[in-house]
């Protein structure tokens, strides 16, 4: 009996054994099958939204690809033009080469868009306003000639102008004065220009736009804050509060609230979730989520085979509207129901 259960014993330990190599076998083998995908991500600047809207990509595209190894090389521009652009060089002269390009906000999208002929790697760009202007498409619906494709996160100006009036219903006898507060940051030139274009239309809002050069330290640059309230200071117009484009200065919460101490008025518009949160009136914006999901879902067409001059860039086409209902309250301005339903549990007080 006492040999049999040696030998018992010793089977045992040697089928254990033989399981082990086995499985380590296994995991060697599936090691070299498992496809490696290597994507580099360039994030303009540091931003609540910009880095939302990477996270919620990376989260995506592991989904979409479970089976597969992806390595993440994650980098920032920091707001700099310049940098943005050795970042993609950087990649460009690299060994190993990214399989893919994402790019997050548009400067860093401008800097890969211009380094086109420089790279083999396809671009697929998320969180940028106005790819017409930056040159990379000449309309929404049509594919790009360079190696990119993406997606806008923006509504056309008419669209918000009417989400607006809605709110103020101002006298159009009267127009109620508006102060546009933007820098020269590249999405938004375009997107004054055709707020101001369209408010001609309406004939109910007058906007007045007051423009202050872009630099990578604007939202901390103090002077920019002392800028801005001297040229409302100076504007000799009554305004009832002022529109914020996109771009840096619309999520800056100190800048809201000098202006909100010394005049007395909201920030009527904003298309960030954080500052309505804090006392913004409205925005119509895509959630952070879904632009990074959008931005998986092409990223996996084109890891899967196709080209990215084939996928035509277009707007994102699911929006959430957020109020801030106090803010309504304190100066009058009455949301209509609908909106607060569309608003759901994006209302705020």
Known sequence: ?????????????????????????????????????????????????????????IEAIQLLFPDDKIQFQRMNAEGNYTRALALVDALATANIQPDLLITVATLA????????????FPTVFMSVADP?????????????????????????????LEFLTRIIKPDSSRPSNVAIISTDYPSTIRE???????????????????EFPYSPSVLKNMSTQTEVLKHLTNLNKPIIGYWSPNGPLGPDDTLRENIYNKFNIPQLYVEDIEAIKNGALIGIFPETSHIGQSAAKLSARILNGEAANSIPVDRLKNFTVAVNVSTAVEFNLPIPSDLLQMAQEHVYH
Do not use: P, W
Request: include cysteine.
């Open 132 to 160: 017409i202007s930056e040159g990379i498409i000449e309309s929404f619906g049509k594919t790009s000639k360079a190696n990119i494709t993406g997606n806008s996160h923006v509504i056309s100006s008419d669209k918000k």
């Open 192 to 210: 004054v220009a055709e707020l101001i274009e369209n408010s001609h239309t309406l004939n109910a809002l007058a906007f007045f736009h007051l």
């Open 109 to 120: 999208t401008k800097a890969a868009f211009k380094k086109q002929n420089d790279i083999t």
């Open 1 to 57: 009996m006492i040999a049999l259960s040696k030998a018992s014993a010793f089977t045992c330990l040697l089928l254990v054994l033989l399981q082990c190599i086995s499985i380590k076998l296994y995991a060697i083998e599936e090691q070299r099958t498992q496809k490696v995908r290597r994507i580099a991500i360039i994030e303009t600047m540091t931003l609540t939204h910009i880095q939302n809207s990477t996270n919620a990509y």
